[in-house]
């Protein structure tokens, strides 16, 4: 007799597994629903070494409560990528590749950013619209492949049509 081994997996999206290992009966699965009070937890761990108001991370965490945990990595990541993008525009594009290789100036080293809540509101709202923008556009792909396009000729007729 083969002894049943239990295997333990974690992931964000099971839908994209082979059927029959997810099936009923073969796959036990339990979702995790986070609570506010984990969402304010597992955000105050983000932006732990950021020195971000606990206050701030509640104020956060209600006004984005339809989003997932990710979301406020990508926030935080936001306002480093500001730093960055300083960082090529003072250096200048031609010069990137000398300064970050071998560079006499030493290594780069950037300082921490103030992640203010307005700065945390206002790459929340833009992210937020992004998310929506993806969803029109996947929304229109959608819509257009159902659609008759116009032929190569300019002609909303199909191709093949002969008068």
């Known amino acids: 007799e083969i002894p049943r081994v239990p295997i ?3 992931g964000n999206d099971f839908s994209t597994l082979y059927a029959p290992l997810i099936r009923d009966g073969r796959m036990e699965k339990y ?17 732990q070494f950021d020195d971000v108001d606990p206050k701030a991370i509640e104020t956060l965490v209600d006004a984005f409560p339809g989003q997932s945990i990710d979301f ?3 926030l935080r990541a936001r306002v480093y990528d500001d730093k960055v993008r300083d960082f090529i525009t003072n250096t200048g594009v031609e010069n990137i590749g000398a300064r970050l ?3 006499r100036e030493g290594k780069v ?23 929506e923008n993806v969803k029109r556009v996947q929304l229109a792909d959608e819509y257009m492949t159902g659609a008759a396009l116009a032929g190569s000729g300019g002609s909303s007729l199909p191709e093949n049509y002969s008068q």
Do not use: H
């Not at 080293?109 to 998310?131: C, D, H, R, W």
């Open 8 to 10: 333990i997996c974690t």
């Open 31 to 47: 979702y995790w629903n986070p609570t506010r009070a984990d969402r304010i937890g597992v955000c105050t761990g983000i932006f």
């Open 72 to 74: 406020f990595g990508a």
């Open 101 to 103: 290789v071998n560079s």
């Open 109 to 131: 080293e950037f300082e921490k950013p103030a992640m203010s809540l307005a700065t945390l509101m206002k790459y929340g709202n833009l992210i937020v619209e992004e998310q």
